[in-house]
């Protein structure tokens, strides 16, 4: 399965779109061409021929009431029908998450809570390598201390909604990064097994992005860290951030607060 998009005097439009058009816009369709929408759905055979097509959103004026879902069954079997296939056999594919092998690091899933678009909640997974020097703001507190999380940004800064794309800069179409991360986690022994001691740290941060309007959001973060008996070094880290992504609803000219939320784990153990 996959697609492509583009205008129709595009010099690079593939056969099977060339196909399409060919049919979508022939002189014989008169008004009807006119009542179609500007998604087109198309099922192609192995050796990369058309055997079918259908308009991707229906304009039913008679006949028995259906829903998208059930217009597009419909199309696929009439597709299917043409298609004569053979059954393959299965084939699994393991889910295999990025990792860091040679160094160590932060491994974190981002996602947004968006009920509207329901694909933003399927979690961004990224990894950031560490240096030693990366970790030395979070070396085992004696007694609670303050930590700066502008310190943590190498990771931190990789809190940001999958998706979202109003937020990029005009003249390079790239998506704004994380400028700068601002407040203080509290830092504070959280006991011990005997085996490893623990520390807690957390506080509210924000984060700003590189557009010129200073747009920023917010959230609470909170870390699990373990350490050896002696020695002072982060041994692993555990973390959650739950914020609210202020986005703009460019139709209903309102800002939605939408749930953001990013897990942490420290990669390898």
Do not use: C
């Not at 021929?49 to 959103?57: A, E, L, S």
């Not at 029908?81 to 299965?90: C, G, K, S």
């Not at 009920?115 to 007694?143: G, R, S, T």
């Amino acid at each position: 399965m996959t697609s492509w998009h583009g205008h129709r005097n595009d010099p690079d439009i593939p056969p099977a779109v060339q196909h399409v058009w060919r049919e979508k816009f022939h002189p014989r369709q008169g008004a009807g061409a006119g009542m179609q929408s500007n998604v087109d759905l198309a099922v192609l055979n192995s050796a990369g021929k058309v055997v079918h097509w259908f308009d991707g959103f229906h304009r039913q004026d008679f006949g028995p009431r259906e829903t998208l879902a059930q217009y597009t069954a419909r199309e696929l079997r009439r597709a299917v029908a043409r298609l004569r296939p053979v059954a393959a056999p299965v084939k699994e594919h393991p889910l295999i998450l990025p990792d860091l092998n040679q160094s160590r690091g932060i491994r974190i899933f981002v996602r947004l809570k968006d009920n509207l678009m329901k694909a933003y909640q399927a979690p961004i997974v990224e990894i950031v390598p560490l240096e030693p020097d990366d970790w030395k703001p979070l070396v085992w507190p004696e007694q609670e201390r303050f930590v700066d999380a502008a310190r943590l940004k190498k990771w931190l800064s990789q809190v940001y909604p999958p998706g979202v794309m109003e937020r990029t800069n005009p003249r390079t179409k790239l998506v704004y990064g994380i400028k700068a991360v601002e407040g203080t986690l509290s830092l504070a022994p959280a006991g011990s097994d005997g085996q490893r001691r623990y520390a807690v740290a957390s506080g509210n941060i924000r984060l700003t992005d590189e557009g010129e309007d200073e747009f920023s959001y917010e959230g609470q973060l909170e870390i699990v860290l373990t350490y050896e008996l002696r020695d002072p070094n982060v041994r692993s880290l555990r973390g959650v951030f739950e914020g609210i992504y202020p986005r703009y609803d460019r139709q209903h000219r309102r800002t939605r607060r939408i749930p953001l939320q990013a897990v942490f784990e420290s990669r390898p153990e």
